[in-house]
């Protein structure tokens, strides 16, 4: 029943606000709106307001309004003169058929920014506090560390993460170096100067190039997970071992890995003291061997003065596949760069690793003390998923060690109207991107055919969408009527975007296509359609009996 509700609201919604665009234009303009249709064939309930009938159809592909002239040769009344749709200007029409994708484009909009600024879930966001930070990049040169808090940036105080993202997702290389203010231990505040880092990097699946400006910090703290990379560090000869956690340092609890650094740290030469720490052991099941066991152990920890020889374990090699493309790797060793690039962060080192998946990389890492290099090639796999059909996955061949954070400090949401509109002028412009690339690469076949669904699909999708909560079936609302407003924009005849065309050829020409011209296009237009539906619904049967098989 979830399903069944979900699927006609989201239905519903995405379809009336892209027939109301076309409606609210057209009136606005001066055609006779015949017409307003929420689905096709018959109507289920139908009213008469004005001059137009309003109806409810049985048949959930679509909506339509019907306008006066629409039709190629269609008889009108003499009291309907200069009401038609095609005694309109070619841009007065091009207006009437942009608008509905238009609502579409603008419905994400409406509903990010209410929905951020009223919703109990966004009250409390991310800090400004610093989880942890990568020492490779700009943040770490100029003297952040985690643990401190950021109170203002540029002059302007800050109290959220999502403020820092913001400004600087407006930095331009021009600006040079951004201010921080932050508070170390509760401290005076403390000024800094850092000058972001151009990142480059290709989206995973469609290739394309994206810059961020990055001073290289994350929110979250990194866990009290360590790697040795020494072992003739005092933590190697007191018996600790690569993918240990440490509980706790002379009886002080150490739940972040800065806790540890900073625990060890402090120690003077020659100082002793007991470490308690958790090491996963054999496996609890012989035929589930990443299922492991859990024991706790104590060490004597002396400090040698020298340098601690730790490393996050998230930088380490905690499995390879002895067939992959990455045999030369072995558990346990930490990666220290990629392509030359060095990170002391397992998030930052991760995304380089998927960064342009088909290009060959250049991997260095730490084995027992000792430096080492090698290149590798992933290895491209098509995989079937039961809902998204056919995708590209690339097999590096190992995995990290679990990358597991201590959430970010929550904080009251002090101008949510603000964040509202930040998220949505960030996260909107990106999808439209990746949703317009997407449609173009089924056409260029960079994208599998299989992975258009049609309502069988969204059926499934929103019923899950809305028994995981309000958000998830609010984004993929969201999606849906960026894909259907871009989708529509194709020109293609039946489509909006085909019309749009057609009378952007009449605009320049200044003369219309002959009838029969139009009627054809029309009819081609039809036939596409139909054939296009008639493969989306081949691919949600596949979909549906894979779902019923899996």
Request: aromatic content about 8%; glycine content about 8%.
């Amino acid at each position: 029943m979830t399903s069944i509700i979900a699927f006609f609201i989201l239905i519903g919604v995405l379809i009336t606000v892209h027939e109301f665009g076309h409606f609210a234009v057209a009136k606005m303009c001066g055609v006779k709106c015949e017409v307003f249709s929420i689905g096709f064939g018959r109507p289920i309930i139908k009213f008469q307001r004005g001059e137009t009938e309003y109806r409810l159809a049985w048949i959930p592909l679509g909506g339509y309004v019907r306008m006066l002239g629409q039709e190629p040769q269609e008889n009108r009344d003499a009291a309907d003169v200069g009401r038609s749709l095609m005694d309109k200007s070619p841009l007065i029409r091009i207006l009437i058929y942009a608008a509905g994708p238009g609502m579409n484009l603008l419905l994400p909009f409406i509903l990010i920014v209410p929905f951020i600024a009223l919703s109990d879930q966004t009250a409390q966001v991310p800090s400004s506090d610093v989880g942890a930070v990568d020492s490779s990049m700009p943040a770490y040169e100029a003297g952040l560390r985690g643990g401190d808090k950021i109170t203002r940036l540029d002059g302007q105080p800050v109290h959220a993460f999502w403020q820092i993202k913001e400004r600087l997702s407006q930095y331009q290389p021009e600006q040079g170096t951004v201010k921080l203010g932050i508070e170390r231990a509760g401290h005076d505040l403390i000024n800094l100067e850092i000058k972001p880092r151009a990142i480059q990097s290709k989206h995973e699946f469609l290739g394309f190039e994206q810059t961020n400006y990055l001073i290289g910090y994350q929110v979250d703290a990194l866990d009290s997970n360590i790697a040795i990379t020494s072992q003739n560090s005092a933590a190697f000869k007191a018996g600790l071992r690569t993918f240990d956690r440490i509980i706790s340092i002379n009886g002080q609890q150490t739940r972040r890995y800065t806790d540890v650094i900073r625990a060890f740290s402090t120690l003077a030469t020659g100082k002793r003291v007991q470490v308690v720490y958790e090491r996963l052991t054999t496996p609890l099941y012989q035929d589930i061997p990443i299922l492991k066991r859990k024991v706790q152990g104590t060490v004597d920890y002396v400090a040698d003065g020298n340098s601690l020889g730790l490393f996050h374990a998230s930088l380490c090699v905690s499995s390879v596949d002895p067939d992959g493309p990455a045999r030369f790797l072995k558990r346990g060793d930490c990666l220290l760069s990629v392509d030359g690039q060095a990170y002391s962060l397992g998030t930052f080192l991760r995304s380089k690793l998927n960064d342009d998946p088909k290009s060959p990389k250049k991997i260095t890492w730490l084995r027992n003390g000792v430096q080492m290099d090698n290149q590798i090639q992933f290895k491209k796999e098509i995989q079937q998923h039961p809902l998204a059909g056919d995708f590209p996955v690339w097999i590096q061949g190992f995995t990290l060690a679990r990358q597991t954070m201590i959430p970010a400090q929550l904080t009251e949401s002090q101008d949510r109207w603000t964040h509202g509109w930040f998220r949505a002028k960030t996260d909107v412009p990106r999808e439209i991107e990746v949703t317009a690339r997407s449609i173009s690469g089924m056409f260029t076949g960079q994208v599998s055919p299989t992975q258009l669904g049609g309502p069988l699909t969204i059926f499934h999708l929103a019923g899950s969408a809305a028994e995981a909560g309000f958000d998830r079936f609010l984004r993929l609302m969201v999606l849906l009527s960026l894909s259907i407003g871009l989708f529509n924009l194709v020109p293609v005849p039946a489509l909006d975007g085909g019309q749009i065309l057609i009378a952007s050829i009449e605009m320049v020409t200044r003369k219309p296509l002959p009838e029969k011209a139009q009627l054809v296009l029309h009819q081609i237009g039809v036939f596409l359609i139909l054939a296009l539906i008639i493969f989306a619904l081949s691919n949600d049967a596949i979909r549906t009996w894979r779902l019923s098989n899996s």
